[in-house]
C-alpha cells in the first residue's frame, strides 16, 4: 500500500517546456531540465556577453569590475568586502586522493586521512615523470639573514 501511495505520486506529465534525456536501454533514471524559459539566442546583446545572457548585461559588469578590484587590492575602499567574501564562502569539492566529499577544502587539507595520503609516496608516478623533466633555471642560495649580516659587516 506504502508503495502504490509513492508510485502515486511520482507518476504524471512534465510541466512545458522541459528537456527530458534517457538512456536507451532503460537501465537508468532519466534526467531532466524544466525551465520557465527555455534559452533563447539573443543577437542584440553587446559582444562579448554570452548571447544565452539575455536579461543581465548589467552581470558582466559587475563581473568585470570584481576582477578589477581583487587586481588593485591596495585599495581598501572597494577591494576589502569582496575579499573577505571570497575567503568567507568554504570550498566544497570531492577529494580523489581520499575518494571522499568535503564541506570546506581548508579544513579538508589539514585533516588525518589526507595529510597521509599527501606525506605517502602515492605522488611516485608524479615523480617519475618529473625525474625525466631537465631542470634549467638558475638556482640561487637560500637568502638567509645571517649572510647579509656578514655582507654588511665586510
Ligand atoms: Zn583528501
Do not use: W
Request: contains cysteine.
Amino acid at each position: 500500500r506504502v508503495g502504490i501511495g509513492a508510485q502515486k505520486t511520482r507518476t504524471g506529465r512534465l510541466k512545458k517546456p522541459f528537456v527530458k534525456v534517457e538512456d536507451m536501454s532503460q537501465l537508468y533514471r532519466p534526467f531532466y531540465l524544466q525551465l520557465t524559459n527555455m534559452p533563447f539566442i539573443n543577437y542584440s546583446i553587446q559582444k562579448p556577453c554570452s548571447p544565452f545572457d539575455v536579461d543581465k548585461p548589467s552581470s558582466i559588469q559587475k563581473q568585470t569590475q570584481v576582477k578589477l578590484r581583487i587586481q588593485t587590492d591596495g585599495d581598501k575602499c572597494g577591494g576589502t568586502p569582496i575579499q573577505l567574501q571570497l575567503k568567507e564562502k568554504k570550498k566544497k569539492g570531492y577529494c580523489e586522493c581520499c575518494l571522499m566529499k568535503y564541506e570546506d577544502l581548508e579544513t579538508h587539507l589539514l585533516s588525518e586521512q589526507h595529510r597521509n595520503f599527501a606525506q605517502s609516496n602515492q605522488y611516485q608516478v608524479v615523480d617519475d615523470i618529473v625525474s625525466k623533466l631537465v631542470f634549467d633555471f638558475v638556482e640561487y642560495e637560500r637568502d638567509t639573514p645571517e649572510k647579509k649580516r656578514i655582507k654588511y659587516s665586510v
